[in-house]
């Protein structure tokens, strides 16, 4: 951000180059909190990176939870805290990291809400012809991130033989108070580049937006945007669907279903639900919704994995053939 002469008036949140590549959109992420949270606190705080203790950092992380911020919020907070302290030290500006003197509290795990095989069927047919009908089905039926949903085109699609790529991602990014949106062929984890076979439902839904964009991009002549051809989630003016919209229509559309709210994310979980409860092992699950370490699969969708533990009681019950005790009066 700012260049800086003296080192001891390097205030938190003015040099935030870690030499680090990271995506354009996390970047954003960062800076922003910066800009609009650490930048102006560590200000007012009128207090240089040497002065930066542990009690005022312990402050810092009560207050932001006192009023209210996730614990995953301040978590963030102390990420880039960290990072910039550790800076710091690499510039030997200080000899000591203040915040390693403080552990958060463990965040608590979410277990994700799901839709049950019922359900989701009845969402599905639901949702036809909505303008957001091919990301809840790729989100479905394949456990596609949203960001996956609205990278998918036309070219990852082989019709002939019944297969398509998930290999490409649109994500946005808000720099200088402008919003831009972030195509990009590098995906979370390399085995996020995956390719499913096309269950038929989904190809015939998807044949049939393609083609409503060809009919509306003929119609609208000059007035349809040639910035996103070939992409198969964009409105009836060829632009790109924004990831809110899709996340806000989600919950209106499961509102006027009289489903119960889960999140766009939770199509994910819902999709793993549906394989577990049908016994799919956890290999094939981590390949099916891109997870670069089955760790991550088992840690993220374990508590779901309910026919395993039907299987484990028969056996206990099996090991264990008491009798019913007969009630008795007390």
Same mark, same amino acid.
């Given at each position: 951000?700012?260049? !800086?002469?003296?080192?001891?008036?390097?205030?938190?949140?003015?040099?935030?180059?870690?030499?680090?590549?990271? *995506?354009?959109?996390?970047?954003?992420?960062?800076?922003?909190?910066?800009?609009?949270?650490?930048?102006?606190?560590?200000?007012?705080? %009128?207090?240089? !990176?040497?002065?930066?203790?542990?009690?005022?950092?312990?402050?810092?992380?009560?207050?932001?939870?006192?009023?209210?911020?996730?614990?995953?919020?301040?978590?963030?907070?102390?990420?880039?805290?960290?990072?910039?302290?550790?800076?710091?030290?690499?510039?030997?500006?200080?000899?000591?990291?203040?915040?390693?003197?403080?552990?958060?509290?463990?965040? #608590?795990?979410?277990?994700?809400?799901?839709?049950?095989? #019922?359900?989701?069927?009845?969402?599905?047919?639901?949702?036809?012809?909505?303008?957001? &009908?091919?990301?809840?089905?790729?989100?479905?039926?394949?456990?596609? $991130?949203?960001?996956?949903?609205? %990278?998918?085109?036309?070219?990852?699609?082989?019709? *002939?033989?019944?297969?398509?790529?998930?290999?490409?991602?649109?994500?946005?990014?808000?720099?200088?108070?402008?919003?831009?949106?972030?195509?990009?062929?590098?995906? *979370?984890?390399?085995?996020?580049? $995956?390719?499913?076979?096309?269950?038929?439902? !989904?190809?015939?839904?998807?044949?049939?937006?393609?083609?409503?964009?060809? #009919?509306?991009?003929?119609?609208?002549?000059?007035?349809?945007?040639?910035?996103?051809?070939?992409?198969?989630?964009?409105?009836?003016?060829?632009?790109?669907?924004?990831?809110?919209?899709?996340?806000?229509?989600?919950?209106?559309?499961?509102?006027?279903?009289?489903?119960?709210?889960?999140?766009?994310?939770?199509?994910?979980?819902?999709? !793993?639900?549906?394989?577990?409860?049908?016994?799919?092992?956890? &290999?094939?699950? $981590?390949?099916?919704v891109g997870h670069s370490d089955i760790r991550t699969t088992v840690n993220t969708y374990g508590h779901l994995e309910y026919q395993s533990k039907k299987k484990t009681a028969k056996i206990i019950e099996k090991s264990l053939p008491l009798k019913k005790v007969e009630a008795v009066n007390l």
């Amino acid at each position: 951000m700012g260049s !800086v002469n003296r080192p001891d008036n390097i205030v938190v949140g003015e040099d935030f180059n870690f030499d680090k590549t990271i *995506k354009l959109n996390t970047w954003a992420g960062y800076a922003e909190n910066i800009e609009h949270n650490l930048y102006p606190t560590f200000k007012a705080y %009128g207090c240089t !990176v040497k002065e930066v203790t542990p009690g005022l950092l312990k402050g810092h992380y009560a207050y932001r939870l006192k009023n209210g911020k996730k614990k995953s919020t301040v978590a963030k907070d102390y990420t880039v805290i960290n990072q910039v302290l550790n800076y710091a030290i690499s510039k030997k500006i200080i000899s000591v990291n203040p915040n390693s003197a403080i552990t958060l509290h463990k965040i #608590e795990k979410y277990n994700a809400a799901t839709l049950n095989a #019922e359900q989701m069927q009845y969402y599905i047919e639901f949702i036809v012809g909505d303008i957001i &009908e091919i990301p809840i089905l790729l989100g479905g039926f394949y456990g596609m $991130r949203r960001s996956e949903c609205l %990278g998918v085109r036309e070219s990852q699609f082989d019709f *002939k033989h019944k297969f398509f790529r998930a290999n490409h991602t649109v994500t946005t990014a808000v720099i200088d108070k402008e919003k831009i949106y972030i195509p990009s062929d590098k995906l *979370k984890t390399d085995l996020s580049n $995956r390719t499913y076979p096309l269950i038929p439902y !989904v190809e015939e839904r998807i044949k049939a937006k393609i083609a409503e964009n060809k #009919e509306l991009r003929e119609l609208c002549g000059n007035s349809y945007s040639n910035e996103w051809l070939g992409y198969i989630c964009v409105d009836p003016l060829g632009e790109i669907i924004d990831p809110n919209y899709i996340t806000n229509r989600h919950a209106d559309l499961l509102k006027k279903a009289g489903l119960p709210h889960v999140r766009f994310h939770d199509l994910r979980h819902s999709c !793993v639900g549906l394989m577990m409860a049908n016994e799919v092992p956890m &290999e094939r699950i $981590r390949d099916w919704v891109g997870h670069s370490d089955i760790r991550t699969t088992v840690n993220t969708y374990g508590h779901l994995e309910y026919q395993s533990k039907k299987k484990t009681a028969k056996i206990i019950e099996k090991s264990l053939p008491l009798k019913k005790v007969e009630a008795v009066n007390l």
